[in-house]
Protein backbone atom coordinates (compact mmCIF):
# COMPACT_ATOMS: atom_id res chain seq x y z
CA UNK A 1 0.00 0.00 0.00
CA UNK A 2 0.94 3.47 -0.53
CA UNK A 3 1.88 5.99 2.32
CA UNK A 4 -0.76 8.97 2.14
CA UNK A 5 0.96 11.97 0.80
CA UNK A 6 1.48 14.80 3.29
CA UNK A 7 -0.75 18.00 2.19
CA UNK A 8 1.09 21.12 2.16
CA UNK A 9 -0.33 23.76 4.25
CA UNK A 10 -0.93 26.72 2.20
CA UNK A 11 -0.92 30.45 3.43
CA UNK A 12 -0.92 33.72 1.84
CA UNK A 13 2.74 35.05 1.27
CA UNK A 14 2.99 38.51 0.13
CA UNK A 15 6.22 39.99 -2.27
CA UNK A 16 8.72 39.11 -5.64
CA UNK A 17 10.48 36.07 -5.82
CA UNK A 18 13.18 37.05 -8.19
CA UNK A 19 14.04 33.75 -10.01
CA UNK A 20 17.43 32.80 -12.30
CA UNK A 21 14.91 30.25 -13.72
CA UNK A 22 17.10 27.01 -15.01
CA UNK A 23 17.32 25.48 -18.61
CA UNK A 24 14.91 22.55 -19.09
CA UNK A 25 11.63 24.00 -16.94
CA UNK A 26 9.03 26.04 -18.43
CA UNK A 27 8.09 28.87 -16.86
CA UNK A 28 5.20 27.87 -14.87
CA UNK A 29 6.59 24.62 -13.80
CA UNK A 30 9.29 27.26 -12.04
CA UNK A 31 6.58 28.87 -10.79
CA UNK A 32 5.14 26.03 -9.37
CA UNK A 33 7.95 24.72 -7.96
CA UNK A 34 8.72 28.02 -6.11
CA UNK A 35 4.94 28.30 -4.83
CA UNK A 36 5.28 24.77 -3.57
CA UNK A 37 8.78 25.49 -1.60
CA UNK A 38 7.06 28.77 -0.08
CA UNK A 39 3.81 26.79 0.64
CA UNK A 40 1.97 30.14 -0.87
CA UNK A 41 -1.64 30.53 -1.96
CA UNK A 42 -1.58 32.66 -4.80
CA UNK A 43 1.13 33.33 -7.40
CA UNK A 44 2.17 34.44 -11.05
CA UNK A 45 4.75 35.33 -13.18
CA UNK A 46 5.68 37.63 -15.09
CA UNK A 47 6.55 36.74 -18.67
CA UNK A 48 7.15 33.53 -19.90
CA UNK A 49 10.58 32.12 -20.39
CA UNK A 50 11.24 28.84 -23.01
CA UNK A 51 12.42 25.85 -21.57
CA UNK A 52 15.85 26.05 -23.37
CA UNK A 53 16.50 29.63 -22.26
CA UNK A 54 17.15 30.45 -18.32
CA UNK A 55 17.84 33.28 -16.31
CA UNK A 56 15.64 36.40 -15.17
CA UNK A 57 11.73 35.23 -13.91
CA UNK A 58 9.88 37.49 -11.06
CA UNK A 59 7.59 35.62 -9.88
CA UNK A 60 5.22 37.50 -8.09
CA UNK A 61 3.09 36.24 -4.99
CA UNK A 62 -0.23 37.68 -2.88
CA UNK A 63 -0.94 41.06 -3.50
CA UNK A 64 1.94 41.49 -5.70
CA UNK A 65 0.30 39.46 -8.76
CA UNK A 66 -1.94 42.80 -8.73
CA UNK A 67 1.02 44.67 -10.30
CA UNK A 68 2.43 41.49 -12.17
CA UNK A 69 1.53 43.31 -15.76
CA UNK A 70 3.71 45.94 -15.11
CA UNK A 71 6.73 43.71 -15.65
CA UNK A 72 5.28 42.02 -18.34
CA UNK A 73 5.15 45.23 -20.70
CA UNK A 74 8.76 46.30 -19.33
CA UNK A 75 11.76 45.50 -21.66
CA UNK A 76 14.31 42.92 -21.77
CA UNK A 77 17.71 42.41 -22.39
CA UNK A 78 18.90 38.94 -23.20
CA UNK A 79 22.41 36.78 -24.25
CA UNK A 80 22.24 34.55 -27.16
CA UNK A 81 24.35 32.25 -29.48
CA UNK A 82 23.18 31.77 -32.68
CA UNK A 83 25.18 28.84 -34.74
CA UNK A 84 25.48 30.15 -38.46
CA UNK A 85 25.38 27.63 -41.21
CA UNK A 86 22.55 25.40 -40.07
CA UNK A 87 18.44 26.26 -39.53
CA UNK A 88 16.14 24.15 -37.53
CA UNK A 89 12.29 23.99 -37.40
CA UNK A 90 12.28 25.67 -34.39
CA UNK A 91 14.62 28.23 -34.22
CA UNK A 92 16.66 26.59 -31.77
CA UNK A 93 18.80 23.29 -30.99
CA UNK A 94 15.40 21.91 -30.02
CA UNK A 95 14.08 21.25 -33.98
CA UNK A 96 15.20 18.97 -36.59
CA UNK A 97 17.83 20.14 -38.94
CA UNK A 98 16.10 21.91 -41.87
CA UNK A 99 19.03 23.19 -44.04
CA UNK A 100 22.81 23.09 -43.58
CA UNK A 101 25.08 26.14 -45.86
CA UNK A 102 28.90 26.13 -45.19
CA UNK A 103 30.12 29.28 -43.55
CA UNK A 104 32.77 31.84 -44.84
CA UNK A 105 34.47 33.23 -42.72
CA UNK A 106 35.79 35.62 -44.80
CA UNK A 107 32.54 37.16 -45.46
CA UNK A 108 32.03 38.03 -41.89
CA UNK A 109 34.00 41.15 -41.63
CA UNK A 110 33.57 43.40 -38.73
CA UNK A 111 31.97 46.00 -41.26
CA UNK A 112 29.37 42.62 -42.74
CA UNK A 113 28.46 42.03 -38.87
CA UNK A 114 28.04 46.48 -38.12
CA UNK A 115 25.78 46.68 -41.09
CA UNK A 116 23.29 43.82 -39.66
CA UNK A 117 23.64 44.88 -36.00
CA UNK A 118 22.77 48.40 -37.68
CA UNK A 119 19.53 46.65 -39.73
CA UNK A 120 18.06 44.90 -36.85
CA UNK A 121 18.13 48.15 -34.34
CA UNK A 122 14.86 50.02 -34.10
CA UNK A 123 11.41 49.36 -34.66
CA UNK A 124 10.68 45.81 -36.38
CA UNK A 125 7.98 43.50 -37.80
CA UNK A 126 8.49 40.05 -36.87
CA UNK A 127 6.69 37.08 -37.57
CA UNK A 128 5.96 35.18 -34.61
CA UNK A 129 7.77 31.23 -34.94
CA UNK A 130 4.98 28.20 -35.51
CA UNK A 131 6.54 26.86 -32.38
CA UNK A 132 5.41 29.46 -29.91
CA UNK A 133 2.11 29.34 -27.54
CA UNK A 134 0.68 32.39 -29.26
CA UNK A 135 -3.46 31.17 -29.95
CA UNK A 136 -5.10 30.44 -33.16
CA UNK A 137 -8.38 29.44 -33.33
CA UNK A 138 -8.22 28.56 -29.36
CA UNK A 139 -5.05 26.27 -30.16
CA UNK A 140 -1.11 27.22 -29.58
CA UNK A 141 0.63 27.86 -32.79
CA UNK A 142 3.39 24.56 -31.71
CA UNK A 143 -0.18 22.24 -31.83
CA UNK A 144 -0.29 22.91 -35.73
CA UNK A 145 3.47 23.12 -35.91
CA UNK A 146 3.44 19.30 -34.42
CA UNK A 147 0.92 17.84 -36.83
CA UNK A 148 3.03 19.89 -40.10
CA UNK A 149 0.54 22.37 -40.37
CA UNK A 150 1.81 26.12 -41.10
CA UNK A 151 -0.83 28.80 -40.44
CA UNK A 152 -0.33 32.56 -41.46
CA UNK A 153 0.68 34.90 -38.52
CA UNK A 154 0.26 38.82 -38.93
CA UNK A 155 4.12 40.26 -38.05
CA UNK A 156 3.76 42.09 -35.13
CA UNK A 157 5.37 45.53 -34.15
CA UNK A 158 8.34 45.20 -31.58
CA UNK A 159 11.58 47.37 -31.09
CA UNK A 160 15.25 46.20 -30.58
CA UNK A 161 16.42 49.17 -28.36
CA UNK A 162 20.38 47.99 -28.22
CA UNK A 163 22.12 45.16 -30.32
CA UNK A 164 25.37 43.92 -30.40
CA UNK A 165 27.10 41.06 -32.50
CA UNK A 166 30.14 39.46 -31.86
CA UNK A 167 31.31 36.91 -34.12
CA UNK A 168 32.67 33.67 -32.04
CA UNK A 169 34.74 31.58 -34.57
CA UNK A 170 37.48 29.67 -32.23
CA UNK A 171 36.18 26.39 -33.29
CA UNK A 172 35.85 26.52 -37.15
CA UNK A 173 33.00 23.73 -37.37
CA UNK A 174 31.26 26.51 -35.28
CA UNK A 175 31.36 29.83 -36.27
CA UNK A 176 28.56 31.78 -34.48
CA UNK A 177 27.45 35.58 -33.04
CA UNK A 178 26.95 36.25 -29.79
CA UNK A 179 24.13 39.06 -29.51
CA UNK A 180 23.16 40.92 -26.49
CA UNK A 181 19.65 42.60 -27.39
CA UNK A 182 17.85 45.22 -25.21
CA UNK A 183 14.24 44.87 -26.84
CA UNK A 184 10.56 45.28 -26.25
CA UNK A 185 8.41 43.22 -25.04
CA UNK A 186 6.74 40.64 -27.52
CA UNK A 187 9.90 40.23 -29.43
CA UNK A 188 10.92 36.73 -30.10
CA UNK A 189 14.98 36.41 -29.56
CA UNK A 190 14.78 32.86 -31.70
CA UNK A 191 13.29 35.00 -34.72
CA UNK A 192 15.93 37.56 -34.54
CA UNK A 193 18.55 34.95 -34.09
CA UNK A 194 17.41 33.38 -37.71
CA UNK A 195 16.87 36.92 -39.00
CA UNK A 196 20.50 37.82 -38.40
CA UNK A 197 21.70 34.58 -40.10
CA UNK A 198 19.59 35.26 -42.99
CA UNK A 199 20.88 38.67 -43.25
CA UNK A 200 24.46 37.42 -43.02
CA UNK A 201 24.29 34.47 -45.81
CA UNK A 202 24.26 31.44 -43.74
CA UNK A 203 20.96 31.21 -41.74
CA UNK A 204 20.88 30.83 -37.92
CA UNK A 205 19.51 28.94 -35.19
CA UNK A 206 19.63 29.70 -31.50
CA UNK A 207 22.00 27.11 -29.01
CA UNK A 208 22.00 29.41 -25.87
CA UNK A 209 19.33 31.94 -24.51
CA UNK A 210 19.77 33.61 -21.11
CA UNK A 211 17.87 36.68 -19.48
CA UNK A 212 20.04 38.98 -18.24
CA UNK A 213 17.65 41.37 -17.03
CA UNK A 214 14.13 42.53 -17.12
CA UNK A 215 12.91 46.30 -16.30
CA UNK A 216 15.81 47.12 -14.44
CA UNK A 217 16.04 43.46 -12.53
CA UNK A 218 19.44 42.23 -13.11
CA UNK A 219 20.11 38.52 -12.94
CA UNK A 220 22.88 39.25 -10.48
CA UNK A 221 19.88 39.57 -8.01
CA UNK A 222 18.81 36.95 -8.38
CA UNK A 223 17.78 33.38 -6.67
CA UNK A 224 18.35 29.69 -8.20
CA UNK A 225 15.27 26.86 -7.35
CA UNK A 226 18.51 24.86 -6.00
CA UNK A 227 19.69 27.52 -3.51
CA UNK A 228 15.62 28.34 -2.60
CA UNK A 229 14.94 24.26 -2.20
CA UNK A 230 18.51 23.84 -0.28
CA UNK A 231 17.20 26.68 2.49
CA UNK A 232 15.05 26.60 5.58
CA UNK A 233 11.80 28.16 5.89
CA UNK A 234 12.77 31.08 7.21
CA UNK A 235 15.27 32.04 4.61
CA UNK A 236 12.64 31.20 1.78
CA UNK A 237 11.15 34.03 2.34
CA UNK A 238 13.44 36.72 3.53
CA UNK A 239 14.25 36.00 -0.45
CA UNK A 240 10.90 38.09 -0.99
CA UNK A 241 11.43 41.87 -2.29
CA UNK A 242 8.32 43.27 -0.81
CA UNK A 243 5.04 44.41 -3.54
CA UNK A 244 6.35 48.20 -4.43
CA UNK A 245 9.71 46.17 -5.51
CA UNK A 246 8.22 45.88 -9.24
CA UNK A 247 7.14 50.09 -8.90
CA UNK A 248 10.81 51.85 -9.16
CA UNK A 249 9.61 53.55 -12.15
CA UNK A 250 6.17 55.25 -10.21
CA UNK A 251 6.11 58.62 -8.76
CA UNK A 252 5.85 57.83 -4.89
CA UNK A 253 2.47 59.82 -3.78
CA UNK A 254 2.22 59.37 0.32
CA UNK A 255 -1.25 60.19 1.81
CA UNK A 256 -2.27 61.26 5.47
CA UNK A 257 -4.46 58.45 7.41
CA UNK A 258 -8.08 60.29 5.96
CA UNK A 259 -7.19 60.42 2.61
CA UNK A 260 -5.16 56.63 2.58
CA UNK A 261 -8.77 55.79 3.68
CA UNK A 262 -10.58 57.19 1.13
CA UNK A 263 -8.30 55.73 -1.65
CA UNK A 264 -8.23 52.49 -0.70
CA UNK A 265 -12.40 52.48 -0.89
CA UNK A 266 -11.92 53.84 -4.37
CA UNK A 267 -12.30 57.19 -3.75
CA UNK A 268 -10.34 60.20 -6.06
CA UNK A 269 -8.38 62.34 -4.30
CA UNK A 270 -7.36 66.23 -4.81
CA UNK A 271 -3.79 67.44 -4.24
CA UNK A 272 -1.36 69.55 -5.86
CA UNK A 273 0.36 66.90 -7.53
CA UNK A 274 1.77 67.33 -11.33
CA UNK A 275 -0.27 64.95 -13.77
CA UNK A 276 1.57 61.50 -14.03
CA UNK A 277 0.86 58.05 -15.75
CA UNK A 278 1.98 55.45 -12.84
CA UNK A 279 1.91 56.37 -9.58
CA UNK A 280 2.41 54.22 -6.45
CA UNK A 281 0.43 55.29 -3.44
CA UNK A 282 1.49 54.74 -0.02
CA UNK A 283 -0.27 55.82 3.76
CA UNK A 284 2.10 57.98 6.24
CA UNK A 285 0.76 55.95 9.15
CA UNK A 286 1.23 53.34 8.97
CA UNK A 287 3.83 53.80 6.18
CA UNK A 288 2.28 50.89 3.79
CA UNK A 289 1.67 50.42 0.00
CA UNK A 290 -2.09 51.22 -1.03
CA UNK A 291 -1.77 50.78 -4.68
CA UNK A 292 -1.21 52.53 -7.96
CA UNK A 293 -2.67 55.08 -9.73
CA UNK A 294 -2.20 57.56 -11.85
CA UNK A 295 -2.93 61.73 -11.94
CA UNK A 296 -4.69 64.16 -14.19
CA UNK A 297 -5.62 67.56 -13.48
CA UNK A 298 -4.74 67.40 -10.06
CA UNK A 299 -6.77 64.42 -9.21
CA UNK A 300 -5.24 60.84 -8.03
CA UNK A 301 -7.30 58.10 -9.70
CA UNK A 302 -7.02 54.31 -8.01
CA UNK A 303 -6.06 52.03 -10.27
CA UNK A 304 -5.48 48.99 -8.65
CA UNK A 305 -5.63 48.29 -4.98
CA UNK A 306 -4.28 46.06 -2.51
CA UNK A 307 -7.11 45.39 0.61
CA UNK A 308 -6.96 45.76 3.87
CA UNK A 309 -5.76 42.42 4.83
CA UNK A 310 -3.19 42.19 2.09
CA UNK A 311 -1.83 45.86 3.59
CA UNK A 312 -1.74 44.03 7.74
CA UNK A 313 -0.35 40.94 6.47
CA UNK A 314 2.33 42.88 4.46
CA UNK A 315 2.64 45.05 7.67
CA UNK A 316 3.01 42.34 10.56
CA UNK A 317 5.65 40.61 8.22
CA UNK A 318 4.17 37.23 8.39
CA UNK A 319 2.54 35.09 6.25
CA UNK A 320 -0.13 33.10 8.58
CA UNK A 321 -3.14 34.82 7.58
CA UNK A 322 -4.99 37.02 10.51
CA UNK A 323 -9.00 36.06 11.62
CA UNK A 324 -9.51 38.82 13.25
CA UNK A 325 -8.36 42.81 13.39
CA UNK A 326 -8.53 45.91 11.38
CA UNK A 327 -5.85 48.41 9.90
CA UNK A 328 -7.59 51.08 11.95
CA UNK A 329 -5.55 53.87 10.83
CA UNK A 330 -6.21 53.21 7.23
Known sequence: MHSPRTRVQRRPVHGVLLLD???????????????????????????TLDPLASGVLPLCFG?????????????????????????????????????????????????RLAAVQQQFTGPLQQVPPMYSALKKDGKALYEYARAGIEVDRPARDVVIHSLSL?????????????????????????TLGEDVGAALGFGAHLTFLRRIDTGGIGVERCVTLAQLEAMEEGER?????????LLAQ???VTLDSENAARFLSGV?????WPDAGAVAVFGDNPPALLGVGHIVGGELVPDRLLSPLEIQQILEGTPHLQASGTLEKL
Not at 79 to 99: P, R, S, Y
Not at 237 to 245: D, K, N, V
Open 21 to 47: KPLGLSSNDALQKAKWLLRAEKAGHTG
Open 63 to 111: AATKFSQLQLDAPKTYEAVALLGVTTTTGDAEGDEVERRPVVLGELTPE
Open 166 to 190: TLLADNPDAIAVKMVVQCSKGTYIR
Open 237 to 245: LAQLEPPES
Open 250 to 252: HVR
Open 268 to 272: RRRGT
